[in-house]
């Protein structure tokens, strides 16, 4: 049963902080990996930061140093912490789950290979 629903998005100044949180079921949670991904709008959709199943991270080089995933497999919750928030972070924030259980060298592309939660929007203010 796939189910990924995030949660902590909203409002912060720039500078402020911000966590999300994505609650996944057992079966997305044991996918290859899983990651967060933002739109804005008018512009496509990019990859925030990815997490595999084995706990290797990758994050976009627009976020190093001030985002970091991570996940708590005992809560099949996967997180972000957003530091720093600047207001070209605004965006609509989503979780997505691989649909494999192994890695082919893409993460979400085209992006009907991951399932995807609802989206957490989070507006930062300058």
């Known amino acids: 049963q796939v189910q990924l629903v995030e949660s902590g998005g909203g409002s912060v100044q720039a500078g402020g902080s911000l966590r999300l949180s994505c609650a996944a079921s057992a079966y997305t949670f044991s996918r290859s990996y899983m990651g967060w991904f933002r739109q804005a709008p008018g512009r496509e959709r990019e990859r925030v930061a990815v997490?595999?199943?084995?706990?290797?991270?990758s994050h976009a080089d627009s976020v190093k140093g001030r985002f970091t995933i991570s996940k708590d497999n005992a809560k099949n919750t996967l997180y972000l912490q957003m530091s720093s928030l600047k207001p070209d972070d605004s965006a609509m924030y989503y979780c997505?789950?691989?649909?494999?259980?192994?890695?082919?060298?893409?993460?979400?592309?085209?992006?009907?290979?991951?399932?995807w939660g609802q989206g957490t929007q989070v507006t930062v203010s300058s």
């Open positions: 997490i595999h199943n084995y706990g290797i991270t």
């Open positions: 997505a789950a691989s649909r494999q259980t192994y890695l082919n060298g893409r993460y979400c592309s085209p992006p009907d290979d991951c399932y």
